[in-house]
């Protein structure tokens, strides 16, 4: 799996004063009408409970730029949840979950269905509102290292 190459997300939900961010590559979208995407995450990880609990996430996609982020929200850092969260700046659309200020796509989505997998869910989202900002390279994850696209 270490060849496969994956654009590299932010995945974040919130739900009351709790939030949460995993960086992830099994993301894709599903459909366009309604517009649609699915993210894959772990379901031994007691942490992300929240994100089968709260209903919305926002798949903010990352680029080159953001590296330190990734790694932040990889676990490759010792940084806490919160100071995960105050290395980057982030607001909010429609849901209330965070969106990364300046990822380069942020799709803020409302839970739609959720199928259990024995190591994984895969978490469907309606998207609710979609921001861009400015074009630059992606990052994309392979071979244990990251790459610009």
């Keep these: 799996m270490s060849r496969y190459a994956g654009h590299v ?7 009351g004063e709790l939030r949460r961010g995993v960086t992830i590559t099994a993301a894709c979208s599903v459909s366009d009408n309604p517009a649609s995407v699915l993210i894959c995450l772990s379901n031994t990880n007691p942490k992300n409970e929240i994100f089968f609990r709260s209903g919305v996430f926002v798949l903010n996609t990352l680029g080159a730029h953001h590296q330190s982020v990734a790694d932040a929200f990889s676990g490759r ?5 919160d100071d995960r969260f105050a ?4 607001d909010t659309l ?3 979950a965070p969106v ?3 990822a380069l796509a942020a799709f ?3 839970v739609t269905d959720i199928k259990e997998m024995p190591t994984h869910n ?4 309606e998207v609710a509102a979609v921001r861009f900002s400015e074009k630059h390279p992606a990052l994309i994850y392979m ?4 790459h610009a696209l």
């Excluded at 850092?77 to 949840?81: E, F």
């Excluded at 895969?122 to 989202?125: L, N």
């Design 122 to 125: 895969v978490i469907f989202g």
């Design 100 to 102: 990364l200020f300046d």
């Design 108 to 110: 803020d989505c409302r």
């Design 94 to 96: 429609v849901t209330g």
């Design 143 to 146: 071979n244990r290292d990251y």
């Design 87 to 90: 290395s980057a700046r982030f």
């Design 9 to 15: 997300q932010l995945v974040t939900t919130a739900m």
């Design 77 to 81: 850092t010792s940084l806490a949840n």
